[in-house]
């Protein structure tokens, strides 16, 4: 594809159910990151792939979150038992790790609203 | 812990007056870092990096290394500058491990 597509771009949810949230990372680009970003604030790491490993799951906020990553491609975070403080939109990243002035794309995010 | 910050939260300006969005990192050596923005209604995006010494819609940044800085400056604001901006961590430094922690940006507001 032409960028990194996440789906869906808006998702409304009530608390306490489960929701997944999609990136399609641009082929051949094998690093992809995941963000949240609350309303007002800045960029919240969460999570790194490196192909379908992620290193650490430290920026995770809680372990009702989990992300994977399948075929060095599409990439799924999941957040589970939703609570109202998880609406914010989430952003997926990707890049070729080859260079050090390599740089991110972004998709144009999945807006989360928990009720 | 190794990262970027950027000390303004918001920034306000009027229209031709000069700006400066202060970044400092604790790298050691000369990182690469970058510059990213975020546009209304738009993708975030990246604006400028430092190994490409470049300037994007008027807009520079330099490393200076003794005060540990990479603030990113314009001399003539303009409206359209209006946005979100961040400064970004080295992509592929020794010991970073991938973990690319943003600064927690800076909102510019262009007055006319």
């Known amino acids: 594809g032409a960028g990194v597509s996440q789906s869906p771009s808006n998702k409304v949810t009530e608390k306490g159910k489960d929701v997944e949230l999609r990136c399609d990372p641009i082929?051949?680009?094998?690093?992809l990151y995941w963000y949240r970003q609350r309303l007002g604030q800045g960029l919240e790491f969460l999570i790194y792939?490196?192909?379908?490993?992620?290193?650490?799951k430290s920026g995770l906020p809680s372990d009702r979150f989990s992300a994977e990553r399948t075929g060095e491609s599409v990439s799924t975070l999941t957040i589970q038992r939703t609570q109202q403080e998880d609406s914010a939109v989430y952003l997926c990243?990707?890049?070729?790790?080859?260079?050090?002035?390599?740089?991110?794309?972004f998709g144009s995010g999945t807006q989360l609203s928990v009720l | 812990a190794q990262r970027v910050t950027q000390p303004e939260k918001l920034l306000s300006v009027f229209k031709g007056a000069p700006v400066e969005l202060k970044c400092n990192y604790s790298?050691?050596?000369?990182?690469?870092l970058f510059w990213y923005v975020q546009y209304s209604r738009q993708r975030l995006q990246l604006l400028l990096r430092?190994?490409s010494r470049e300037s994007i819609k008027g807009f520079t940044a330099d490393l200076n290394k003794g005060e540990t800085s990479f603030h990113l400056k314009k001399p003539f604001a303009q409206e359209e500058d209006s946005a979100m901006y961040y400064c970004?961590?080295?992509?592929?430094?020794?010991?970073?491990?991938?973990?690319?922690?943003f600064g927690k940006g800076t909102k510019l507001s262009v007055k006319p």
């Open positions: 790298y050691s050596g000369s990182p690469e």
């Open positions: 990243a990707s890049s070729w790790r080859g260079s050090r002035e390599e740089k991110l794309f």
């Open positions: 792939f490196q192909g379908n490993s992620a290193p650490d």
């Open positions: 430092h190994i």
């Open positions: 970004a961590p080295p992509m592929n430094y020794g010991g970073s491990q991938g973990n690319l922690i």
């Open positions: 082929s051949g680009h094998t690093a």
